[in-house]
């Protein structure tokens, strides 16, 4: 079965910039679609990147794009997300995801997530 785990979160600056990282085992990264989720302070958890199997490019919610950069390395069974320009706004639990057969009902919503890692948190705080 599917694990995985997260890694990176911490305290950073209005501004700054933090990777994380989702280290997967008992299976290979290559046959799943992966996203990446937030879940802030009192609110709901939204997508914020997707790989779909197959396609190179990420997809993007809106709130993220053009700050945040997501990438896999297939060698090293991971997935990152590259965080810049971090605003308070983006203060939140992530959590990296994977399933086989996701649907993108909006750009926060990646339907058909079947496996979760525990998340990491990140705090933008001055």
């Known amino acids: 079965q599917l694990q995985l785990k997260e890694s990176g979160g911490g305290l950073v600056q209005p501004g700054g910039s933090l990777r994380l990282s989702c280290a997967a085992s008992?299976?290979?990264?290559?046959?799943?679609?992966m996203g990446w989720f937030r879940r802030a302070p009192g609110k709901e958890r939204e997508g914020v990147s997707c790989?779909?199997?197959?396609?190179?490019?990420?997809y993007y919610g809106d709130s993220v794009k053009d700050r945040f950069t997501a990438y896999r390395d297939n060698a090293k069974n991971t997935i990152y997300l590259q965080m810049n320009t971090l605003k308070p706004e983006d203060t939140a639990v992530y959590y990296c995801?994977?399933?086989?057969?996701?649907?993108?009902?909006?750009?926060?919503?990646?339907?058909?997530?079947?496996?979760w890692g525990e998340g990491t948190l990140v705090n933008v705080s001055s």
């Open positions: 008992g299976s290979t990264l290559e046959s799943y679609t």
């Open positions: 790989f779909m199997s197959g396609d190179p490019d990420p």
């Open positions: 995801a994977a399933g086989r057969y996701v649907t993108i009902a909006s750009d926060v919503d990646y339907m058909g997530m079947e496996y």
